[in-house]
């Protein structure tokens, strides 16, 4: 236990040391706005550039294909973000929202955000409206804590309210005439929800969910996103990236097409001015054309598997590539939502199991049998492609190691570094055949990549079917009554597997996996290290984030004991979540 602790400890100094040092360079190189309050549209280009070469150069080891740069809308492209709530003593008036940013000698500097101008037009017009309510209401503003907006391409949206005392029915009254007030806000297109929180208390005025639709290729396909759980939050760049993740997963004749109109397309990237050219595929902002959808030419034959799926953004999108497709998830509320998001978009061949990615694969490695994985015909999966989307920490080695197993990967990287990191552990299998860089996060050092991975010519790994069927030969032996023969066939299990996966100590788990919230006395499901609200796209700053995305995450709490809605009210007790899918490496309220 000690050792592992140690491991884990070491991993998570190594990961802080790796983002400390990309942070000094990427600032060094470029000049980022420190507060997202008051951006320079104008030099946008100029700090994506500056991306752009960090990335080439940071890769140019691994001799990729020319990158593919997907630029962001430079203006109001976050859908969702979260603020402390400040208040001044013996000042009514006193109250707005705040974030953090780290200053030079990493000191924490106070931020008032009275406006958010890369938050959405209806999270602007939102929070004017519930500070001007807030203020003005003493049963709305005393404790009040944090706030988070969540809001839809489509117009809805979502409030969730923080208290560090109980609601009781005055607050109720108030929240349902702050709801009615929302309601008027000129990008709603409807009323929006309202939540309040408080420690062991969840009220729902409406739902606590929205639905997202995004077109992608000339489908629209509708996500459920559900209050407390990781989404993306730049929709326009999510469409991006889901286009990107179809064409490089396309069966054969359609990724041949597909990669020529990328090359096309972004041609004119080796330019001085490279982000220009291809705009309709290479652009994020929700405007460009798209291409009408169609069906593969080249029927699916083989299977995929993706770790940490969340709630199955990824998923609904690439399935119609595969043949079938098993999916992974440690959050219970993201599975629930992605089994939904399957039905929305007619997607019939997805099995997804609640369970993380180190225990599927052991798994299928050791043939262990799981009642999460009843139903699974494991012995006929194909697995030719596997894709990953995991949190800032990267891969565990475990994980890695089943890298190893597959002929394509596609990896989906938050931070470049551990991306390097990982793609170093496999080099001498894969070479990278798409390369791709999406502005999650403009105005700051963070970007996101995209590679599609595809096995060297002439070398060659474990089978995957040999494998599987040796996983279900051993589970056959353990429901049966003779130990002996079962202890036979595990041997052979374990014989097979050890020529592409090891057992290694999960040193990074306690880094990768989902991490634990405290609660806050008298408050919501708060992280230990609260500081200030959300994000991640910064280094270091606490507030106007929206968890998930940069080094530090949101604790968020979600109530997972079924109370139903009633009349459009629910309370139910606040729990500490499975935050975000297992993203991030710690939590706390950071602005980034």
């Known amino acids: 236990m000690a050792a592992s602790a140690a491991a884990a400890a070491a991993a998570a100094a190594d990961l802080a040391a790796l983002e400390e040092t990309a942070t000094t360079a990427?600032?060094?190189?470029?000049?980022?706005?420190?507060?997202?309050?008051?951006?320079?549209?104008?030099?946008?280009?100029?700090?994506?550039?500056?991306?752009?070469?960090?990335?080439?150069?940071?890769?140019?080891?691994?001799?990729?294909?020319?990158?593919?740069?997907?630029?962001?809308q430079p203006k109001h492209y976050r859908m969702r973000t979260e603020f402390r709530v400040w208040h001044e003593k013996n000042d009514p008036d006193g109250l707005y929202y705040v974030m953090f940013e780290k200053g030079k000698i990493g000191e924490q500097r106070q931020v008032r955000v009275d406006q958010f101008p890369v938050a959405s037009e209806l999270v602007n017009q939102l929070m004017e409206v519930v500070m001007r309510e807030a203020r003005a209401s003493p049963t709305l503003r005393t404790k009040l804590f944090q706030v988070t907006f969540h809001t839809t391409l489509s117009g809805e949206g979502m409030v969730t309210l923080i208290y560090h005392r109980k609601l009781d029915a005055k607050w109720q009254e108030e929240a349902r005439r702050l709801q009615a007030v929302l309601a008027t806000a000129p990008a709603a297109a409807a009323a929006p929800h309202v939540i309040g929180r408080s420690r062991g208390q969840k009220v729902v005025l409406g739902k606590d969910e929205v639905q997202e639709c995004l077109e992608v290729d000339g489908q629209q396909l509708k996500y459920i996103q559900v209050e407390g759980s990781f989404?993306?939050?730049?929709?326009?760049?999510?469409?991006?990236?889901?286009?990107?993740?179809?064409?490089?997963?396309?069966?054969?004749?359609?990724?041949?097409?597909?990669?020529?109109?990328?090359?096309?397309?972004?041609?004119?990237?080796?330019?001085?001015?490279?982000?220009?050219?291809?705009?309709?595929?290479?652009?994020?902002?929700?405007?460009?054309?798209?291409?009408?959808?169609?069906?593969?030419?080249?029927?699916?034959s083989r299977d995929l598997l993706e770790l940490y799926c969340g709630n199955g953004n990824f998923t609904a999108a690439v399935a119609h590539n595969f043949r079938q497709v098993v999916a992974t998830e440690v959050s219970k509320p993201s599975v629930a939502a992605a089994k939904r998001n399957f039905e929305l978009n007619g997607v019939t061949n997805v099995f997804v199991a609640r369970m993380s990615s180190e225990d599927f694969t052991e798994a299928w490695k050791e043939g262990r049998k799981m009642t999460r994985l009843q139903g699974l015909d494991l012995a006929g999966c194909d697995f030719q492609t596997l894709l990953v989307d995991p949190p800032r920490a990267g891969l565990d080695d475990q994980t890695r190691q089943l890298l190893r197993q597959f002929q394509n990967v596609v990896y989906i990287s938050c931070n470049p570094d551990t991306l390097h990191r990982d793609l170093t552990a496999v080099r001498d299998l894969f070479q990278i055949k798409r390369f791709a860089l999406f502005d999650q996060f403009p105005y700051t050092h963070h970007v996101e990549c995209g590679v599609y991975l595809e096995r060297k010519p002439g070398v060659s790994g474990a089978s995957n079917n040999s494998i599987a069927a040796a996983a279900?030969?051993?589970?056959?032996?353990?429901?049966?009554?003779?130990?002996?023969?079962?202890?036979?066939?595990?041997?052979?299990?374990?014989?097979?597997?050890?020529?592409?996966?090891?057992?290694?100590?999960?040193?990074?788990?306690?880094?990768?996996?989902?991490?634990?919230?405290?609660?806050?006395?008298?408050?919501?499901?708060?992280?230990?290290?609260?500081?200030?609200?959300?994000?991640?796209?910064?280094?270091?700053?606490?507030g106007g984030g929206g968890g998930g995305e940069g080094a530090t995450h949101?604790?968020?709490?979600?109530?997972?004991?079924?109370?139903?809605?009633e009349e459009g009210v629910a309370t139910a007790p606040a729990t500490a979540a499975e935050l975000d899918g297992g993203r991030g490496v710690k939590r706390k309220l950071s602005a980034e």
Not at 231 to 251: D, E, F, K, Y
Request: proline share 8%.
């Open 26 to 72: 990427a600032t060094q190189e470029t000049n980022f706005t420190p507060a997202l309050t008051n951006i320079e549209e104008d030099k946008y280009e100029a700090q994506l550039q500056g991306k752009v070469e960090r990335i080439r150069s940071l890769f140019a080891e691994f001799n990729p294909p020319e990158l593919e740069p997907f630029r962001s």
């Open 231 to 300: 989404s993306q939050p730049n929709a326009g760049i999510c469409r991006s990236m889901l286009s990107w993740a179809r064409s490089v997963t396309a069966p054969a004749a359609d990724a041949a097409v597909g990669q020529a109109q990328s090359g096309a397309a972004h041609a004119e990237a080796k330019a001085p001015a490279p982000l220009s050219g291809g705009e309709a595929l290479a652009t994020g902002d929700g405007e460009a054309p798209l291409e009408p959808s169609r069906v593969p030419s080249v029927a699916p």
């Open 472 to 542: 279900l030969a051993a589970q056959a032996a353990a429901r049966a009554s003779d130990a002996a023969a079962a202890e036979v066939i595990v041997g052979a299990v374990e014989g097979q597997v050890s020529r592409g996966l090891k057992d290694t100590e999960r040193a990074g788990q306690a880094v990768s996996g989902p991490p634990a919230a405290t609660l806050v006395k008298g408050g919501g499901a708060q992280p230990a290290a609260a500081a200030g609200g959300g994000g991640g796209e910064g280094a270091a700053a606490a």
């Open 554 to 565: 949101t604790g968020e709490a979600s109530a997972t004991d079924g109370t139903a809605l």
